[in-house]
Protein backbone atom coordinates (compact mmCIF):
# COMPACT_ATOMS: atom_id res chain seq x y z
CA UNK A 1 0.00 0.00 0.00
CA UNK A 2 1.53 3.32 -1.34
CA UNK A 3 0.64 6.91 0.82
CA UNK A 4 0.65 10.10 0.27
CA UNK A 5 2.90 11.64 3.26
CA UNK A 6 2.18 15.17 4.59
CA UNK A 7 4.72 16.98 5.95
CA UNK A 8 3.82 20.39 7.70
CA UNK A 9 7.52 22.26 8.44
CA UNK A 10 7.50 25.00 11.26
CA UNK A 11 3.70 25.86 10.18
CA UNK A 12 2.26 26.33 13.79
CA UNK A 13 -1.10 25.58 14.01
CA UNK A 14 -2.20 22.55 11.53
CA UNK A 15 -5.71 23.69 11.61
CA UNK A 16 -6.27 22.91 7.94
CA UNK A 17 -4.64 19.69 8.32
CA UNK A 18 -8.22 17.41 8.35
CA UNK A 19 -10.00 18.80 5.60
CA UNK A 20 -6.66 18.65 3.36
CA UNK A 21 -6.07 15.44 3.86
CA UNK A 22 -9.63 14.43 3.17
CA UNK A 23 -8.87 16.46 -0.16
CA UNK A 24 -5.94 14.91 -1.49
CA UNK A 25 -7.21 11.56 -0.94
CA UNK A 26 -10.15 12.28 -2.83
CA UNK A 27 -8.34 13.69 -5.39
CA UNK A 28 -5.99 10.68 -6.12
CA UNK A 29 -7.37 7.96 -4.02
CA UNK A 30 -4.08 7.23 -2.30
CA UNK A 31 -4.23 6.96 1.59
CA UNK A 32 -2.73 9.73 3.30
CA UNK A 33 0.07 9.54 6.62
CA UNK A 34 1.51 12.73 8.38
CA UNK A 35 4.99 12.76 9.06
CA UNK A 36 7.72 14.95 10.68
CA UNK A 37 11.22 15.39 9.83
CA UNK A 38 14.25 17.25 10.55
CA UNK A 39 14.15 20.19 7.58
CA UNK A 40 16.42 23.13 7.99
CA UNK A 41 14.58 26.16 6.79
CA UNK A 42 17.60 28.12 8.12
CA UNK A 43 19.35 26.15 5.18
CA UNK A 44 17.31 27.46 2.35
CA UNK A 45 17.16 30.97 3.70
CA UNK A 46 18.44 33.71 0.82
CA UNK A 47 19.37 36.85 3.38
CA UNK A 48 19.23 39.37 0.13
CA UNK A 49 15.97 38.19 -0.92
CA UNK A 50 14.98 37.90 2.51
CA UNK A 51 12.84 34.87 1.36
CA UNK A 52 13.32 31.05 1.18
CA UNK A 53 14.78 28.72 -1.59
CA UNK A 54 12.28 26.50 -2.48
CA UNK A 55 13.97 23.76 -4.60
CA UNK A 56 16.81 23.77 -1.55
CA UNK A 57 13.69 22.75 1.09
CA UNK A 58 11.72 20.44 -1.26
CA UNK A 59 16.01 18.69 -1.94
CA UNK A 60 15.14 18.44 1.55
CA UNK A 61 11.77 16.97 1.38
CA UNK A 62 12.21 14.18 -0.88
CA UNK A 63 15.82 12.87 0.50
CA UNK A 64 15.36 9.86 2.29
CA UNK A 65 11.59 9.26 2.12
CA UNK A 66 9.56 6.52 3.69
CA UNK A 67 9.40 3.15 1.80
CA UNK A 68 5.74 3.45 1.20
CA UNK A 69 5.54 6.78 0.50
CA UNK A 70 3.74 7.12 -3.07
CA UNK A 71 4.40 11.25 -2.61
CA UNK A 72 5.70 13.64 0.19
CA UNK A 73 3.84 16.75 0.54
CA UNK A 74 5.93 19.52 2.72
CA UNK A 75 4.45 22.87 4.10
CA UNK A 76 6.05 25.97 4.87
CA UNK A 77 4.69 29.09 6.19
CA UNK A 78 7.82 31.03 4.73
CA UNK A 79 8.15 33.28 1.64
CA UNK A 80 9.43 30.88 -1.16
CA UNK A 81 11.32 31.63 -4.33
CA UNK A 82 13.13 29.77 -7.18
CA UNK A 83 16.12 32.06 -8.77
CA UNK A 84 13.71 33.25 -11.73
CA UNK A 85 10.64 34.29 -10.10
CA UNK A 86 9.85 36.79 -7.71
CA UNK A 87 8.18 34.34 -5.62
CA UNK A 88 6.10 30.99 -5.83
CA UNK A 89 2.95 29.79 -4.41
CA UNK A 90 4.87 26.11 -4.40
CA UNK A 91 7.12 23.86 -6.58
CA UNK A 92 7.12 20.31 -7.57
CA UNK A 93 8.56 18.54 -10.65
CA UNK A 94 6.87 16.95 -12.82
CA UNK A 95 6.87 13.05 -12.07
CA UNK A 96 8.82 14.15 -9.06
CA UNK A 97 8.78 12.46 -5.86
CA UNK A 98 7.78 15.26 -3.75
CA UNK A 99 6.49 19.05 -3.55
CA UNK A 100 6.32 21.89 -1.69
CA UNK A 101 3.95 24.40 -1.01
CA UNK A 102 3.75 27.84 1.14
CA UNK A 103 0.87 28.95 3.34
CA UNK A 104 2.54 32.33 3.32
CA UNK A 105 1.19 34.30 -0.18
CA UNK A 106 -2.00 32.25 0.37
CA UNK A 107 -3.05 34.04 3.49
CA UNK A 108 -5.36 37.35 3.72
CA UNK A 109 -2.76 38.50 6.10
CA UNK A 110 0.07 38.96 3.26
CA UNK A 111 -2.26 41.14 1.87
CA UNK A 112 -3.67 43.29 4.64
CA UNK A 113 -7.02 41.67 4.43
CA UNK A 114 -8.52 40.14 7.49
CA UNK A 115 -7.67 36.76 8.23
CA UNK A 116 -9.63 33.69 6.71
CA UNK A 117 -8.97 30.28 7.91
CA UNK A 118 -11.49 28.67 5.32
CA UNK A 119 -10.20 30.98 2.57
CA UNK A 120 -6.63 29.56 3.42
CA UNK A 121 -7.69 25.42 3.79
CA UNK A 122 -8.91 26.07 0.50
CA UNK A 123 -6.62 27.96 -0.86
CA UNK A 124 -3.90 25.24 0.40
CA UNK A 125 -6.22 22.38 -0.98
CA UNK A 126 -6.48 23.62 -4.64
CA UNK A 127 -2.07 24.24 -4.66
CA UNK A 128 -1.44 20.77 -2.81
CA UNK A 129 -3.54 19.00 -5.73
CA UNK A 130 -1.93 21.16 -8.22
CA UNK A 131 1.75 20.69 -6.94
CA UNK A 132 0.95 16.67 -6.25
CA UNK A 133 -0.25 16.65 -9.90
CA UNK A 134 2.45 17.59 -11.64
CA UNK A 135 4.00 15.12 -9.26
CA UNK A 136 1.84 12.43 -10.37
CA UNK A 137 2.33 13.81 -14.62
CA UNK A 138 -0.04 16.13 -15.02
CA UNK A 139 1.19 19.60 -16.84
CA UNK A 140 -0.97 22.79 -16.67
CA UNK A 141 -4.28 22.87 -18.15
CA UNK A 142 -6.56 25.79 -19.67
CA UNK A 143 -9.84 24.86 -18.91
CA UNK A 144 -10.63 27.79 -16.47
CA UNK A 145 -11.79 25.67 -13.56
CA UNK A 146 -9.35 22.86 -13.48
CA UNK A 147 -6.80 22.55 -10.38
CA UNK A 148 -4.11 21.91 -12.96
CA UNK A 149 -4.39 26.07 -14.30
CA UNK A 150 -1.29 27.60 -13.44
CA UNK A 151 -1.65 30.43 -10.31
CA UNK A 152 0.09 33.73 -10.79
CA UNK A 153 -1.95 35.33 -8.08
CA UNK A 154 -3.91 34.18 -5.71
CA UNK A 155 -7.25 35.57 -6.93
CA UNK A 156 -6.12 33.26 -9.92
CA UNK A 157 -6.33 30.55 -7.22
CA UNK A 158 -9.49 31.64 -6.10
CA UNK A 159 -11.24 31.38 -9.51
CA UNK A 160 -10.51 27.72 -10.64
CA UNK A 161 -12.10 24.64 -8.08
CA UNK A 162 -10.20 21.99 -6.37
CA UNK A 163 -11.07 19.36 -8.83
CA UNK A 164 -9.23 17.82 -11.59
CA UNK A 165 -11.14 18.86 -15.32
CA UNK A 166 -12.25 15.19 -16.89
CA UNK A 167 -9.10 15.09 -19.01
CA UNK A 168 -6.29 15.67 -16.33
CA UNK A 169 -8.57 13.20 -14.58
CA UNK A 170 -7.89 10.82 -17.47
CA UNK A 171 -4.08 11.67 -17.45
CA UNK A 172 -4.05 10.97 -14.18
CA UNK A 173 -5.54 7.74 -14.21
CA UNK A 174 -3.59 6.88 -16.95
CA UNK A 175 -0.15 7.89 -15.70
CA UNK A 176 -1.49 6.08 -12.61
CA UNK A 177 -1.84 2.94 -14.12
CA UNK A 178 1.46 3.26 -16.04
CA UNK A 179 3.32 3.21 -12.71
ZN1 LIG B 1 2.01 24.31 -11.80
ZN1 LIG C 1 -7.36 20.10 -16.47
Known sequence: MAYIYILPIETGSTYWMEPLEKSIQRAFGYPIKKISRDISLEKA???????????????????????????????????????????????????????????????????????NGALLTERLIKESIHELGHNFGLVHCHDPKCVMRSSTYVEDIDSKSHDLCQRCRNTFIHEKRKA
Open 45 to 115: FDIKRSQYNSSQILLQIIHDPPKDAAKVLGIVNTDLFIPILTFVFGEAQLKGPGSLVSLHRLNNKFYGLPE
